[in-house]
């Protein structure tokens, strides 16, 4: 058996039309197409193999940095792409990771094995067999009914890839969704920084008013000393002293003064 990986939905069907492949001048029939496994990945602890219901880690890991939080709700998440399987800069539920590409292969091989197993009596062998259908999706069809199955294992191939492209717009739409709310955080804080620095200069405006007002009423008071004391004293200071310089016919004494 040999395993043919195709990036092209096209090409794969053109294959499965033509039922043969040519290899270095060498024709080879195609017997079956097999879909790859659906790999499980938890949300909660992003690990493999199970769902969120059947994980029992209790804080929640952000598939982005890797973080483990109370409430991804209100995690500042970084934004920096940090793989919890590989530490690599993806993120941790990306189909990409070497990690998860190689349970993926090890879960179809597993698979492969069980498929090459069956006999006309595998009911009595699958007494023998433990199998968990939360950690594995069921194996293929028998091999008897492969060209009838080929069509729906076809359409299936082709929702995975949907679901696929769905959750990669969905992680994009997520992230542009933090840097929003991360906008608005910031948006907050600036705010509350220029009411604060609003606040101060009007109590500084409201103290500086009151200085004003009082240095008013000092000049006022100054004011009011200087006409109505110091100028009728100084009236009454030349009066004396120009009478105090005239002689007895009235003609000044010192001209000078």
Same mark, same amino acid.
Do not use: W
């Given at each position: 058996m040999v395993k043919v990986e195709l990036t092209s939905s096209s090409v794969r069907d053109e294959l499965l039309n033509k039922k043969r492949i040519i290899v270095n001048y060498i024709t080879y029939d195609i017997i079956e197409y097999l879909a790859p496994a659906n790999v499980l990945i938890c949300s909660t602890c992003m690990a493999l193999g199970y769902f969120k219901k059947q994980c029992t880690q209790i804080k929640e890991t952000c598939r982005t940095c890797g973080d483990q939080v109370e409430d991804m709700k209100n995690h500042k998440c970084s934004n920096v792409e940090k793989c919890v399987h590989c530490g690599r800069n993806h993120k941790s539920s990306s189909l990409k990771c070497p990690v998860v590409k190689s349970f993926r292969a090890e879960l179809t091989r597993k698979i492969l094995q069980i498929d090459n197993q069956s006999s006309p009596d595998s009911r009595l062998l699958n007494k023998n067999v433990i199998f968990n259908s939360t950690n594995f999706p069921p194996p293929p069809a028998p091999k008897s009914s492969t060209l009838l199955l080929n069509p729906m294992m076809v359409k299936l191939d082709e929702l995975i890839n949907k679901l696929s492209k769905v959750k990669d &717009?969905?992680?994009?739409?997520? #992230?542009?969704?933090?840097?929003?709310?991360?906008?608005? $955080?910031?948006?907050? &804080?600036?705010?509350?920084?220029?009411?604060? !620095?609003?606040?101060?200069? $009007?109590?500084?405006?409201?103290?500086?008013?009151?200085?004003?007002?009082?240095?008013?009423?000092?000049?006022? &008071?100054?004011?009011? %000393?200087?006409?109505?004391?110091?100028?009728?004293? %100084?009236?009454?200071?030349?009066?004396?002293? $120009? #009478?105090?310089?005239?002689?007895?016919?009235? !003609?000044?004494?010192? #001209?000078?003064?």
């Open positions: &717009r969905l992680d994009k739409f997520e #992230a542009k969704h933090d840097k929003f709310e991360q906008f608005i $955080s910031d948006k907050n &804080r600036n705010d509350e920084t220029i009411i604060q !620095n609003m606040n101060d200069m $009007s109590n500084n405006y409201m103290i500086l008013k009151k200085d004003v007002v009082q240095q008013n009423l000092f000049i006022e &008071r100054h004011e009011n %000393l200087f006409c109505k004391l110091l100028i009728p004293m %100084l009236e009454d200071v030349f009066t004396f002293i $120009s #009478a105090k310089n005239q002689n007895q016919k009235g !003609n000044p004494l010192d #001209a000078d003064l």
